[in-house]
């Protein structure tokens, strides 16, 4: 083993798709296709809200990090993005309980809230046969200060306390005040 100091990763140009893959007939849009191409799953609708909310907060030219702190950075102010939906892309006996978890991250005994602001996306269609998780008129969002969310949450929160913690539900076109307004409520760190 090398005694020199472990090589920290680079931050990396965002990929556009068309990049080849060397050894076989594929693009990184190919393995996109394979790996995203269904919006429902947990993960990918992850990413897609927190895609959804930097659009909304203008932001155009941002590439998600895994493992940040926090999702966003708006104006100076830290955004984390959560998300559920009723509906999953397994077959369901009900629709799910909304709830928001993984709210608090750090060492065991020392979790904390990370972010000044958050916002929680929730997919709201109640029907397989209507899903569509590109139509912004079936999503809510709601934002709250880390003020209002470390009063009312342990990890995670379900829908019913985001709702009483928050200023009510907030159109996407209006994500970017809300946060500013929001963020208003979160003593700086």
């Given at each position: 083993m090398s005694s020199e100091p472990f090589e920290q990763p680079a931050a990396t140009a965002g990929l556009r798709g068309n990049e080849a893959f060397v050894g076989i007939d594929a693009q990184v849009l190919d393995f996109w296709r394979f790996a995203m191409s269904d919006l429902r799953m947990n993960n990918t609708r992850g990413y897609l809200a927190e895609f959804l909310v930097a659009r909304a907060l203008g932001l155009q030219d941002?590439?998600?990090?895994?493992?940040?702190?926090?999702?966003?950075?708006?104006?100076?102010?830290?955004?984390?993005?959560?998300?559920?939906?009723?509906?999953?892309?397994?077959?369901?006996?009900?629709h799910s309980r909304l709830s928001f978890g993984g709210l608090r991250t750090g060492p065991r005994g020392s979790r904390t809230l990370n972010a000044d602001v958050y916002v929680f996306c929730t997919q709201t269609s109640v029907r397989h046969s209507e899903y569509d998780p590109l139509d912004l008129t079936e999503w809510t969002f709601h934002v709250v200060s880390r003020t209002a969310l470390d009063a009312a949450a342990g990890d995670s929160i379900g829908l019913a306390g985001v709702e009483r913690v928050s200023q009510g539900a907030t159109p996407w076109a209006g994500l970017a005040d809300a946060v500013r307004e929001a963020h208003r409520g979160s003593p700086e760190r």
């Open positions: 941002v590439h998600r990090v895994e493992w940040e702190a926090y999702d966003l950075l708006f104006e100076g102010i830290s955004v984390e993005v959560k998300s559920s939906a009723l509906l999953q892309a397994w077959p369901q006996q009900r």
